[in-house]
């Protein structure tokens, strides 16, 4: 079965230190979302890409966080600088898009020290 | 604002009981819902989805879900649960004729008793 691929899986950082995350979704799949997801809560869309393109990044700190998927297959989540309030679960996901629902990766679980 | 309630923040059952988990979503217009399943230490996965049609939708594992529109839910169910079943369950919908950007609630953590 095909799956969403992310790295790393976990991520210690430093606050003030840079970190970035990536996402290989579901080959064929050309929407691609990026959730965080706080203990105990549900995922909140960050950032949304269709191709290449952002469709939705209004919930993005742009002060900070910054998503780019330049040929319109991976993608890259970075944070620059990390605050101790960005520890959280980062979760990838991809979709054909509309009524399909979104397929997530296994997250990445970032904890800022 | 766009958003979901799940009324049972934490639920648990003995092995054969009855499942029902409420969902609300806040929206005056055509969404699609779905549940998600979230096993410990695994990732969500969907369980079940509805778009159009029968508003009694089946999904894996034997749960079900109905949407009642005048009531803006989309209740999860299953006759009889089991051990198995433990795990985080979240409700989200996506706007018809938006972008598919989902919106989760804050999930039921669901325990299940031996």
């Known amino acids: 079965e095909a799956e969403v691929a992310q790295s790393p899986r976990y991520k210690i950082t430093e606050k003030s230190q840079a970190v970035a995350f990536w996402c290989d979704p579901i080959?064929?799949?050309?929407?691609l979302y990026w959730y965080r997801q706080i203990l105990g809560q549900g995922p909140e869309l960050l950032v949304q890409?269709?191709?290449?393109?952002?469709?939705?990044d209004s919930q993005l700190p742009k002060d900070r966080f910054s998503a780019e998927r330049l040929k319109g297959v991976d993608s890259t989540l970075k944070i620059q600088p990390a605050e101790l309030g960005d520890s959280a679960m980062y979760l990838c996901?991809?979709?054909?898009?509309?009524?399909?629902?979104?397929?997530f990766g296994q997250g990445t679980r970032l904890t800022v020290v | 604002a766009q958003s979901v309630s799940q009324h049972n923040h934490h639920v648990i059952l003995s092995e054969a009981a009855s499942l029902e988990l409420g969902c609300n979503y806040s929206?005056?217009?055509?969404?699609?819902l779905f549940w998600y399943v979230q096993y410990p230490g695994q990732h969500l996965q969907l369980l079940l989805k509805?778009?159009?049609?029968?508003?009694l939708v089946k999904g894996i594992k034997g749960f079900e879900a109905e949407f009642i529109k005048s009531k803006f839910s989309f209740n999860l169910r299953k006759p009889s649960v089991q051990w198995s079943d433990t795990a985080e369950y979240f409700c989200?919908?996506?706007?018809?004729?938006?972008?598919?950007?989902?919106?989760f609630g804050q999930g039921t953590t669901l325990q299940v008793k031996p």
């Open positions: 080959s064929g799949h050309a929407t």
């Open positions: 929206y005056g217009g055509t969404v699609n």
């Open positions: 996901a991809s979709s054909l898009g509309g009524s399909h629902g979104a397929f």
């Open positions: 890409f269709q191709d290449e393109s952002v469709v939705d």
């Open positions: 509805y778009f159009s049609g029968d508003p």
């Open positions: 989200a919908f996506s706007v018809s004729s938006n972008t598919g950007k989902l919106i």
